[in-house]
């Protein structure tokens, strides 16, 4: 794919460019038109306390009622999960939804094995807010790579 970005030689602020290119999404300024990234949380709220202000500016935090309500293009952030509710989420949601697994600091390694097996794109131990934030950011770039990564298979005929 070619893309041909702004080539003049004012001052201009380029964090993000005028295509909406996956760049630096976390860059972008709060006030900047387009979806802004929610991530649902499911399971212990009290597990995410104090996420909201570390991540970047119109990022969103929510707290569905339960898997049925999870909107399309929602980052799902289960928090205190387990393999079976994993298994439970991947089932229900859609395969492109992004599920990051919040499981405790002392989790065993077959834990993080069974989660990441049942379905979870990322799985973080611990909590802590400034790090979950960033492994969120970080899972949401990935999502937006892929969708630019598959732009051309997503027309090919059938």
């Known amino acids: 794919m070619l893309v041909q970005l702004n080539q003049t030689t004012a001052t201009h602020d380029f964090s993000i460019t005028a295509t909406g ?24 709220p009290a597990r995410v306390a104090g996420l909201a202000t570390h991540l970047p500016g119109g ?10 309500d999870v909107r399309p293009g929602e980052i799902v952030l289960l928090a205190g ?22 499981v405790d600091d002392e989790a065993p390694p077959g834990v993080v094995a069974g989660v990441l097996t049942a379905g979870a794109d990322v799985c973080v131990r611990g909590g802590q807010p400034a790090i979950l934030a960033g492994h969120l950011v970080a ?19 059938v």
């Open 139 to 157: 899972c949401r770039r990935r999502d937006l790579a892929q969708r630019w990564a598959n732009l051309d298979a997503d027309k090919l005929p």
């Open 21 to 44: 290119l996956p760049v630096n999404p976390s860059a972008a300024p709060a006030r900047s038109r387009g979806p802004h990234p929610v991530v649902a949380v499911l399971g212990r």
């Open 81 to 102: 999960t387990t393999v079976r509710e994993v298994g439970l989420a991947r089932a229900v949601l859609p395969a492109r939804s992004r599920v990051v697994a919040l």
């Open 59 to 68: 990022w969103a935090v929510r707290h569905p009622s339960g898997l049925d």
